[in-house]
């Protein structure tokens, strides 16, 4: 074991990063996701694939999620959307939706990042797998203590089905008046429903 120039632990038989290194791992993770989801992808794995030492895919990349937001292109981690939306206030359905919307929104191509990963998931199920369990895992759900896990995949579904659905309405279908309305009136709009989803009462039956 060595260090490079710029500080790294690099392992025998690894080869050092190079300027190419960021997008050969970008490659491979891409290949990775595709063919074994999000759950069953490593950093581990993405380091083996692009003949790297692990340290190097955590240099580039601090974990998993941030490597598969840069894979899909995805502008931010909805598990942040969700912390910035909230602060240190309760949670709001209407700060979720404006965050989430507005992620998308930014630079001189808005909504450009959202239509590619749009294409991707419908031109590949691999890729929807990796996005639908990437998403799961990411996005809040806030039920009441002692709700068991079967409800809480609902309401993970359900925020998802919300966030997604609003975003393909607004990106790519641009169905009015959602394609056009200001951000945060669409927020006013779907708050409401997002709260619901991942904090209110679904099936009281559910909750025995």
């Known amino acids: 074991m060595d260090r490079d120039g710029g500080g790294l632990v690099v392992r025998a038989g690894r080869r050092p990063g190079h300027a190419d290194t960021r997008n050969e791992i970008l490659?491979?993770?891409?290949?990775?996701?595709?063919?074994?989801?999000y759950?069953?992808?490593?950093?581990?794995?993405?380091?083996?694939?692009?003949?790297?030492?692990?340290?190097?895919?955590?240099?580039y990349f601090t974990d998993k999620a941030t490597l598969f937001m840069h894979t899909m292109q995805m502008p931010m981690d909805p598990r942040r959307v969700a912390e910035t939306a909230m602060g240190d206030g309760p949670f709001s359905g209407e700060r979720v939706v404006e965050r989430f919307l507005a992620q998308w929104e930014h630079g001189p191509k808005p909504y450009t990042s959202f239509v590619t990963?749009?294409?991707?998931?419908?031109?590949?199920?691999?890729?929807?797998?990796?996005?639908?369990?990437?998403?799961?895992?990411?996005?809040?759900?806030?039920?009441?203590?002692?709700?068991?896990?079967?409800?809480?995949?609902?309401?993970?579904?359900?925020?998802?089905?919300?966030l997604v659905g609003l975003a393909w309405t607004r990106y790519v279908v641009r169905m009015e008046p959602l394609a056009s309305a200001d951000r945060a009136e669409v927020a006013g709009w779907a708050g409401p429903t997002i709260d619901r989803y991942a904090t209110g009462l679904l099936d009281p039956e559910d909750l025995g």
């Open 27 to 37: 490659t491979a993770a891409r290949a990775c996701f595709a063919e074994k989801g």
């Open 39 to 59: 759950a069953g992808t490593s950093m581990r794995a993405v380091a083996r694939r692009s003949h790297v030492d692990p340290a190097l895919v955590h240099h």
């Open 117 to 162: 990963l749009a294409q991707a998931m419908c031109a590949s199920t691999e890729v929807a797998d990796a996005v639908r369990e990437f998403l799961a895992e990411r996005l809040p759900a806030h039920g009441p203590p002692g709700e068991g896990p079967a409800l809480s995949r609902r309401r993970r579904s359900l925020v998802s089905s919300q």
